[in-house]
């Protein structure tokens, strides 16, 4: 009799320590000759809570599949962000479209100030005290668009030093 060995072809869950936080899923139709055409987009945001974040759009015909492209595209969307402590070096402003967003540093024991989708992208980049402001249009796609904008302008005292020419001690 021929012994049957039990394979695990399962892929296996690989722990790589980003988090994912699905932000919003909307329901998108689309009117053709033979009726509707019923789509789902989702929105996820990534990060390691220590100083990366990415965001990833996907779409598909079911939710579960348009929330997995968009978390493989956050993965692969992730950008650094410098921090100082536990809170962001200076004040910036990011834009996206009509939506503009302010962030300010804090003190430490301050907390996250900040609304919806904003707050999602901060705490998932690792940022601990912070205070923002969101003007313009609400939509959470483009909120979080504008915070990753703001976060990618963010520069460390070395940064700013190296791009001066200058060392960090004259700063």
Do not use: W
């Amino acid at each position: 009799m021929a012994r049957i060995e039990k394979r695990d072809n399962a892929p296996k869950k690989v722990d790589d320590g980003i988090d994912k936080t699905l932000v919003q899923v909307n329901r998108i139709t689309k009117v053709v000759k033979g009726g509707r055409n019923l789509r789902f987009s989702a929105l996820v945001v990534a990060g390691d809570r220590k100083g990366r974040v990415g965001i990833g759009i996907g779409k598909s015909a079911e939710t579960s599949v348009a929330i997995e492209k968009a978390t493989n595209s956050a993965k692969k969307n992730l950008v650094n962000i410098s921090l100082v402590g536990t809170t962001i070096p200076h004040e910036v402003v990011g834009v996206f479209e009509t939506t503009k967003v302010i962030l300010m540093p804090a003190k430490e024991g301050k907390g996250v100030i900040a609304g919806g989708p904003v707050r999602t992208v901060v705490e998932l980049a690792g940022i601990k005290d912070i205070v923002t402001k969101l003007y313009g249009s609400n939509n959470k796609i483009n909120c979080v668009k504008a915070t990753i904008n703001g976060l990618k302008k963010l520069k460390s005292n070395e940064e700013v030093a190296r791009l001066r020419g200058i060392s960090v001690d004259k700063l």
